[in-house]
């Protein structure tokens, strides 16, 4: 079983479309992200969920919104796409341990966005 | 704010032993991580330190040192697969959870 999965793994949309990118964990974890990792490979935090809640939104344009209906889901949707959205997106899960913090993340294969 | 700060690129030759460093600026401290990741890949997961000291994993060790918020990666016995991005990683509160990752370093093992 794949602890986290998201999907579609390939996106290609033309800029000004609205897009949906699925992720699932099933491992239990109370925490859930989104990374975006550019061409320099630098993984950029979006977001960050503790239990459905919304934690960090880290400067984030608000056509990116973040929705978890569950603490084992949490999507994204992108609303009219740039040329600069192009990227790839990671999920991750983490459990949160008093004291110690997120000790150890699992990501999803990735969505590889390109909008042309 | 958070900040971490790798070298962006390291070459070693297979079998030799390399070590990638990481400096860190963050309030809430938790803990550091390192996470490996192949071209193409998702990132996984190696180690993760929450106290002073060196943690071992196999061919992998990894070093904190809270007081000089500075940590490392020590690779021994380079193997031609062992070619990929590190990262290092920061737990941190300051706002919530948040695992802040670092710049990243491309390390080459060569014949």
Avoid at chain 1, 50 to 67: A, D, Q, Y
Avoid at chain 1, 79 to 87: H, I, K, P, R
Avoid at chain 2, 76 to 85: H, N, R
């Amino acid at each position: 079983d794949t602890a986290v999965s998201q999907t579609p793994k390939y996106l290609v949309t033309q800029m000004g479309n609205d897009k949906s990118i699925k992720c699932e964990q099933n491992l239990g974890h109370d925490t859930m992200y989104w990374y975006k990792q550019d061409s320099k490979k630098f993984l950029k935090i979006m977001f960050s969920y503790n239990n459905k809640e919304l934690i960090i939104n880290e400067t984030v344009p608000n056509r990116f919104s973040p929705k978890s209906p569950d603490k084992a889901h949490l999507n994204l949707h992108i609303n009219s796409l740039e040329l600069g959205d192009s990227a790839v997106y990671f999920c991750a899960s983490s459990q949160f341990l008093p004291g110690q913090g997120n000790t150890e993340a699992f990501f999803g294969q990735g969505t590889r966005l390109t909008v042309v | 704010g958070q900040s971490l700060e790798q070298p962006s690129e390291v070459t070693a030759v297979e079998g030799a032993i390399v070590q990638i460093n990481c400096t860190y600026q963050t309030s809430g401290f938790y803990g550091l991580s390192w996470y490996q990741q192949h071209d193409g890949g998702a990132p996984t997961f190696l180690s993760y330190n929450g106290l002073d000291g060196l943690e071992e994993t196999g061919r992998f060790s990894s070093f904190l040192s809270r007081s000089d918020s500075y940590g490392y990666l020590l690779l021994q016995e380079l193997q031609m697969k062992d070619s990929a991005s590190y990262f290092c990683a920061v737990s941190a509160t300051g706002g919530g959870n948040k695992l802040t990752f670092g710049t990243g370093t491309q390390l080459k093992v060569e014949l």
